[in-house]
């Protein structure tokens, strides 16, 4: 499995941060219809999205996370760490929510109506606002982009029992997160749910490119200095088996009439899953050659992003939003590639503001708590 290195101070991943910034830019521009950038993201070219990619880097970060507060202040620590990162998402989902129906009040109040507004239900929240709300608040309803944060919320509350499962007995797990997504059609019956199509995303499928990436960080492959003639042998076969994967896979996406959308997508189908591993693989092998590395010092703002990942997300869902509804309105639905250009451009432009402003919070708020905390110590 893969390791990205770590960085200096916390053991933060560059690379890590690096791919999360990138996939928080391709969410917002991949949900503006009329994108033009959008038709060169993954969705276009690979069975897989942005989605996979970010739950498998959740897995690894957590992963790192875990060990890292376990390691400095015991595992008591780390698990209650994450059961109130797990009650941070929750709030996060319900400050979506609040926020895309605010929008959605705002240009119904306007007469200003765009298809994308009837995915954040105003118009059945203006209808029953109490029982619309009572089904957002136990996740049985989760309007528009908001649908993915109940799964990370419940991966938060699973890492106590996932990280140290995989650290101790990874296969096993790995068995485990197996079966659970072969059957996960079936538990998906006992998620809360206003429609019979149930969550937009079956934890219980996804669950397994979380487990993944937590046995990426925890059990990663050896370094090149370690490695004897027969592992170098493997690794070569395995990454030709994974390039001829990637790129048949690439030629059923340009070449065929193939959708992987919402049917292959709530599941996590294997064939989306296999396509996702094979490029994997590959990246990991950029990773390990430095590419990723030097691509990621050339576009720190980029990285910015990732590190503030939730932030960004929120943030990300009203800008995608906003962008699609102007976009709409400004031509009639109907937008040239240069129109759309416009939206991803000024879209990707307040994704990397929001992340330039919530880093300088972030390291506004440790100065302070460090100064803080040396005066008390004065004292």
């Known amino acids: 499995m893969i390791k990205f290195p770590g960085t200096a101070g916390g053991g933060r991943s560059l690379e890590v ?16 219809s009329g994108s033009m950038l959008g038709q060169f993201t993954l969705q276009r070219f690979a069975i897989f999205d942005a989605t996979e990619v970010f739950v498998f880097l959740a897995g690894y970060a957590t992963a790192a996370a875990y060990t890292s507060i376990a390691e400095r202040s015991g595992n008591e620590a780390a698990r209650w760490r994450f059961l109130r990162r797990g009650w941070q998402l929750y709030r996060s989902f319900l400050l979506t929510v609040a926020l895309m129906l605010a929008l959605g ?5 306007l007469r200003l109506h765009t298809p994308t507004l009837d995915y ?21 309803r989760q309007p528009y982009l908001s649908s993915i944060l109940p799964m990370y919320m419940l991966f938060a509350l699973a890492s106590p029992v996932i990280v140290p499962s995989v650290r101790r007995r990874p296969w096993v797990t790995v068995a485990c997160s197996l079966a659970m997504w072969g059957v996960a059609p079936l538990l998906a019956r006992f998620l809360p749910a206003v429609t019979p199509n149930g969550w937009t ?13 937590v046995v990426c960080r925890l059990h990663p492959l050896k370094s090149y200095q370690r490695e004897d003639a027969d592992a170098v042998l493997r690794r070569r076969k395995l990454t030709r088996a994974a390039a001829a994967v990637a790129i048949g896979f690439l030629c ?24 996702f591993m094979a490029v994997l693989w590959l990246v990991a092998m950029m990773v390990r050659q430095g590419w990723i590395r030097e691509l990621a010092d050339r576009l720190p703002l980029v990285v910015t992003v990732g590190r503030n990942g939730l932030v960004c997300f929120v943030s990300g869902t009203m800008i995608s939003l906003l962008a ?3 976009l709409y ?33 972030k390291d506004y708020r440790k100065r302070s708590k460090r100064e803080r905390a040396h005066a008390a110590h004065a004292h």
């Open 120 to 140: 954040t239900d105003i118009g059945t929240f203006i209808d029953e606002p109490l029982q619309i709300g009572s089904e957002m608040l136990r996740l049985a």
């Open 324 to 326: 699609d509804i102007l």
């Open 329 to 361: 309105l400004a031509t009639d639905g109907s937008p040239r590639n240069w129109q759309g250009l416009v939206a991803d451009m000024s879209a990707i432009a307040s994704m990397l503001a929001i992340g330039v402003v919530a880093q300088a919070w």
């Open 105 to 109: 009040l705002l240009f119904t109040a």
């Open 17 to 32: 941060d690096f791919f999360r910034g990138v996939v928080l830019l391709m969410i917002v521009v991949d949900h503006i």
């Open 201 to 213: 995303f079956n934890p219980f499928a996804w669950q397994l490119l979380f487990v993944i990436g």
């Open 252 to 275: 059923m996406r340009m070449f065929v009439e193939f959708d992987p959308g919402p049917v292959f997508k709530q599941n996590l189908s294997s064939l989306r899953v296999g396509s």
